[in-house]
């Protein structure tokens, strides 16, 4: 068996590029031993369990879901919100379920917001066209840039969010996020682990970083990725040393999207052993 793991990637269901079955086939041919799939809020990865079965290799089911959370003291930045896989997470759950409906109604809500908004200031956007136009993406900021270029709003994508899509510009519609403490329960109720995905990037100041993890795993925080796409051997380490101390176990993965980033599947290198620590805690 492969000593090497990828437990979180993103397929074609959220903003990758690859179909879950490619995505497996691909972790196959990168010789992986096991690949979780964890779309945006939601779960597209139905035929990814026939694929994995096919290839020989395991599948681990997933989500990674936005929740809302402070910035660093002092910092103003573009708040993209803390994000949380749940990893074994059963799709069919009711609970969860519910979640990402909520989740996509607030989306569709928000664009809705956007566009009547370009369209008072006599642009001809509408979210029907984007949709029509994109069909099968999830919309956001970026299908509207493409808009205002379109229509000449905007010169090129840059000039659109400078001047339009940016936090401070008139297009731009804060995000409503799931409250922390929810997204740790459902991830629970639909039988998965709650992972802290990539903890280095929300940028936390060392005194802020270990509150910001304490609060998690008092939230229900089971795992916290401690491998992951450019995080260098002291930085592993540090997380590692977090881990212990929290009593998080060990995950990690790449976060590949497809040929959108230069991200490689399987290139976190993540240790088998980590998956098995995980499933003994399923087990519990
Ligand atoms: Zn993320
Ligand atoms: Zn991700």
């Known amino acids: 068996m492969s000593h090497f793991i990828d437990l979180h990637t993103h397929s074609s269901a959220s ?8 995505l ?13 799939i964890t779309d945006h809020d939601c779960f597209g990865s139905e035929k ?3 694929a994995a079965e096919k290839e020989g290799i395991e599948f681990v089911p997933g989500i990674e879901v936005s ?25 069919e759950a009711p609970a969860l379920k519910e979640l990402l409906c909520e989740v996509v109604a607030e989306r569709e809500d928000r664009n809705e917001k956007i566009a009547r908004a370009m369209r008072d200031d006599g642009l001809p956007v509408f979210l029907e066209d984007l949709k029509k136009n994109n069909p099968g993406a999830v919309i956001g900021r970026p299908h509207f840039g493409a808009a ?25 519609r804060k995000r409503e996020y799931i409250e922390k403490q929810r997204c740790f329960d459902v991830i629970h109720a639909s039988g998965g682990i ?83 620590g995980l499933k003994d805690r399923l087990r519990r």
């Not at 903003?15 to 490619?22: R, S």
């Not at 795993?217 to 881990?243: D, F, N």
């Open 67 to 91: 929740i809302g959370y402070p910035p660093p003291r002092g910092r103003i930045i573009e708040d993209e919100g803390i994000h949380i896989l749940g990893l074994f997470i059963n799709p």
């Open 148 to 172: 205002l270029v379109k229509c000449g709003a905007a010169s090129d994508m840059n000039d659109a969010f400078f001047r339009y899509l940016n936090p401070t510009k008139k297009y731009f």
């Open 194 to 276: 709650p992972v802290i995905a990539h903890p280095l990037q929300y940028k936390y100041p060392p005194d802020e970083f270990e509150a910001f993890i304490r609060d998690m795993k008092s939230c229900g925080a089971e795992a916290m990725e401690c491998v992951y796409t450019g995080y260098g051997p002291g930085q592993q380490r540090l997380l590692m040393s977090m881990a212990k101390r929290f009593e998080l176990l060990p995950s990690g993965g790449s976060d590949y999207h497809g040929s959108k980033k230069s991200i490689k599947l399987g290139g976190a290198k993540v240790p088998y052993e980590y998956l098995e």
């Open 48 to 50: 990814a369990f026939g």
């Open 15 to 22: 903003d990758g590029t690859d179909a879950p079955e490619a």
């Open 24 to 36: 497996i086939e691909s972790a196959k041919k990168a010789g992986l031993g096991a690949i979780a």
